[in-house]
């Protein structure tokens, strides 16, 4: 977390001598005044065309279609889901392959995050801290607005602590990820695969309980986190879930690159 200190510099222009003869500076300021007060009158009705520009409807419904966006991804990745089965279970039938390429292919399929797996989780849940928090502790400054928020950096932190600790597969809020999954903050809000999330976020992972709690209790990233959870308020709660099953990836797995034009 960090924050940023902005400076201000001020500077002054010399007075230029006055012109005899016609219209005195003062008049002529009080003209203008009067023009650009008409033009941004005129300028400011023909934008809002009799309405107020701030509960314009277009600038207000940004939110819904981000929402809206996300809503129509979630569905398509459900309907992906299910057409990856049907197309498995017909794969399978009609292949003509062996139990022991079907065994090796399931494992491969089980390391892709692509099915389902099942054994002891934990979740971890991070949450922005109130609004009007205060340092609780001697020594700390008030907080600034960064200090209150959860950052990409802290999400990235539980994720990568979970990996170290020996998780065998990871969910996201609802999504199970995998090797190309990419953990993204914009202001307080999750971006993963394509689908926006807020806080509380929360994260579980299928593993050995203890390893995993170790492994979190051990990074350096997520001791600094703690210091801002006893200081300033944020969300950190660890629950063991006991036997889980996590949902198999349901996204496309085709790798999409950038290309040259022309």
Same mark, same amino acid.
């Given at each position: 977390? !960090?924050?940023?200190?902005?400076?201000?510099?001020?500077?002054?222009?010399?007075?230029?001598?006055?012109?005899?003869?016609?219209?005195?500076?003062?008049?002529?300021?009080?003209?203008?005044?009067?023009?650009?007060?008409?033009?941004?009158?005129?300028?400011?009705?023909?934008?809002?065309?009799?309405?107020?520009?701030?509960?314009?409807?277009?600038?207000?419904?940004?939110?819904?279609?981000?929402?809206?966006?996300?809503?129509?991804?979630?569905?398509?990745?459900? !309907?992906?889901?299910?057409?990856?089965?049907?197309?498995?279970?017909?794969?399978?039938?009609?292949?003509? !392959? !062996?139990?022991?390429?079907?065994?090796?292919?399931?494992?491969?399929?089980?390391?892709?995050?692509?099915?389902?797996?099942?054994?002891?989780?934990?979740?971890?849940?991070?949450?922005?801290?109130?609004?009007?928090?205060?340092?609780?502790?001697?020594?700390?400054?008030?907080?600034?607005?960064?200090?209150?928020?959860?950052?990409?950096?802290?999400?990235?932190?539980?994720?990568?602590?979970?990996? $170290?600790?020996?998780?065998?597969?990871?969910?996201?809020?609802?999504?199970?990820?995998?090797?190309?999954?990419?953990?993204?903050?914009?202001?307080?809000?999750?971006?993963? $695969?394509?689908?926006?999330?807020?806080?509380?976020?929360?994260?579980?992972?299928?593993?050995?309980?203890?390893?995993?709690?170790?492994?979190?209790?051990?990074?350096?990233?997520?001791?600094?986190?703690?210091?801002?959870?006893?200081?300033?308020?944020?969300?950190?709660?660890?629950?063991?879930?006991?036997?889980?099953?996590?949902?198999?990836?349901?996204?496309?797995?085709?790798?999409?690159?950038?290309?040259?034009?022309?």
């Amino acid at each position: 977390m !960090s924050n940023s200190a902005d400076s201000n510099a001020t500077g002054s222009m010399g007075a230029g001598p006055v012109r005899k003869g016609g219209f005195r500076p003062v008049q002529i300021l009080t003209v203008a005044v009067f023009a650009l007060a008409g033009l941004l009158f005129f300028t400011s009705f023909n934008t809002a065309k009799g309405t107020d520009i701030r509960s314009d409807d277009n600038l207000l419904k940004l939110s819904d279609l981000i929402q809206e966006r996300s809503r129509k991804n979630k569905e398509l990745d459900e !309907s992906n889901a299910g057409s990856r089965d049907r197309n498995e279970k017909l794969a399978e039938r009609d292949d003509g !392959s !062996s139990k022991a390429d079907d065994d090796k292919l399931a494992g491969l399929e089980k390391g892709a995050g692509t099915q389902k797996l099942t054994g002891d989780a934990i979740t971890v849940t991070l949450n922005d801290a109130p609004p009007n928090a205060t340092a609780k502790l001697p020594g700390y400054p008030e907080p600034q607005p960064d200090y209150l928020v959860i950052h990409q950096q802290d999400l990235q932190a539980v994720v990568n602590a979970l990996w $170290q600790g020996g998780a065998q597969g990871i969910k996201v809020m609802d999504q199970r990820l995998i090797s190309t999954s990419a953990v993204r903050c914009v202001g307080n809000t999750l971006i993963l $695969q394509g689908r926006v999330y807020s806080p509380p976020y929360k994260i579980q992972a299928v593993g050995d309980p203890a390893k995993m709690q170790q492994a979190l209790a051990d990074s350096e990233a997520i001791q600094n986190y703690m210091v801002y959870v006893n200081v300033y308020g944020l969300g950190w709660k660890v629950t063991e879930d006991g036997t889980v099953t996590l949902p198999g990836y349901s996204g496309t797995v085709d790798l999409q690159y950038a290309k040259p034009v022309g």
